[in-house]
Structure formats: structure tokens, C-alpha cells
T-cell receptor, first 112, second 113 residues
């Protein structure tokens, strides 16, 4: 079945450690996105990539990094520079010209 | 400053009645609007959308209305079912902004049996 997978579903890290969240899609979508959800704030865009080997900062990119070496994969690294990393992280993808984004199940990151 | 607002954080409705979720936006350049439904600990799923050139779009129990002059859209669910209980996000898209969406903060709908 086609879809977007994010792993793991729950992730715990100690403060000061970098952590990488996985996002894989087999929908053959060119564009991929990372969002962060905090209570009462909806979804905020962290990074997006319209094509392989290219990505752009979203509204809240500070403290995060991404790579897009393959069309299917768009991993997000939460670095120690991110001041408030505990959140629910959502990955999404879409086809060019398509107005709908498809979301993965999300990863809840808790930094202790 | 939030470009997409959902001023009601929560809404409770009796099963079988109509649920009306509201969304306001400030950017008149938005071309397309979408509603997503989200259950706890899951990713949002697409529900229904509407282009800025239309004022209504219907899909089964779900209807979205767009009032461009008021920069307001609403999602109507009739009849409401307990399985509709979720958080609903309104999202807006502007062609010149690439393929990026602006999401509202969400409204939690509870449908009571």
C-alpha cells in the first residue's frame, strides 16, 4: 500500500542530544514537508523540499536540519540548538500542482 | 500574526445534529482552502477542499462554504456522528507561495451520543 511512514512513533532523548526523525514515502511524490504541532498552535512548517537535493526553510527552521538525498526520504534532525524540542512532528508529501498534502502518522518526541 | 484563525478551540454537538466549524483568514491572496481531520497521535487526513472561485463544495455529510468578502469559511457536518469527534484543521494555500500551506490552530469537535 502507498503511504507515508514515520518512525518511531514515540521517541525520548536527553537534553543536548541530536535526534533524527525518519520519514519515508512510496507515493512517488516530489514534495515533502516537516511540521511541528504544539497544543493550540496548529501545524507550523519547519522545512520543505520540492525536489531531491533541494530544501527550503519554513517558518520555524531554527534548531532543525534536513536532507533530501532520495525522493522517498526526508529525515529531520532536531539539534541541541532547538530550545523547545518536545512536540509532535508530522511529515507530509504532495505531488506538484496538487493541492492536497498526505500526512504520516507522526512522531512524538520528548526531550528529558 | 496568524493568517488562518479558528477562534473556537472546542465544540460539542449532539449526535445527529449539525456541526459547524468556522475558519477566518487574513490573506486575500489565498487560492485554495482545505479541511483536515486529526485523531490523537495520528497524522491529519484530508477531508474536503474548496477553490477560491467557488462558494460551496459538498461531499456526502460534509459541506464547505466560502465567503471571500468576509474572508471566512465554514465546515458543516450533517448529521454529526460520534466517529466525527476529532480535531479539525483549516488550511489555506497561496499559489505564489509555492506548495506551502498555512494551518489554523484547530477546533476539537466532540459529538455526544
Amino acid at each position: 500500500d502507498g503511504g507515508i511512514t514515520q518512525s518511531p512513533k514515540y521517541l525520548f532523548r536527553k537534553e543536548g542530544q541530536n535526534v533524527t526523525l525518519s520519514c519515508e514515502q512510496n507515493l512517488n511524490h516530489d514534495a515533502m514537508y516537516w511540521y511541528r504541532q504544539d497544543p493550540g498552535q496548529g501545524l507550523r512548517l519547519i522545512y520543505y523540499s520540492q525536489i531531491v537535493n533541494d530544501f527550503q526553510k519554513g517558518d520555524i527552521a531554527e534548531g532543525y536540519s534536513v536532507s533530501r538525498e532520495k525522493k522517498e526520504s526526508f529525515p529531520l534532525t532536531v539539534t541541541s540548538a532547538q530550545k523547545n524540542p518536545t512536540a509532535f512532528y508530522l511529515c507530509a508529501s504532495s505531488r506538484p500542482g496538487q493541492n492536497e498534502q498526505f500526512f504520516g502518522p507522526g512522531t512524538r518526541l520528548t526531550v528529558l | 500574526d496568524q493568517q488562518v484563525k479558528q477562534n473556537s478551540p472546542s465544540l460539542s454537538v449532539q449526535e445527529g445534529r449539525i456541526s459547524i466549524l468556522n475558519c477566518d483568514y487574513t490573506n486575500s491572496m489565498f487560492d485554495y482552502f482545505l479541511w483536515y481531520k486529526k485523531y490523537p497521535a495520528e497524522g491529519p487526513t484530508f477531508l474536503i477542499s474548496i477553490s477560491s472561485i467557488k462558494d460551496k463544495n459538498e461531499d456526502g455529510r460534509f459541506t464547505v462554504f466560502l465567503n471571500k468578502s468576509a474572508k471566512h469559511l465554514s465546515l458543516h457536518i450533517v448529521p454529526s456522528q460520534p466517529g466525527d469527534s476529532a480535531v479539525y484543521f483549516c488550511a489555506a494555500w497561496e499559489f505564489n507561495y509555492g506548495q506551502n500551506f498555512v494551518f489554523g490552530p484547530g477546533t476539537r469537535l466532540s459529538v455526544l451520543p
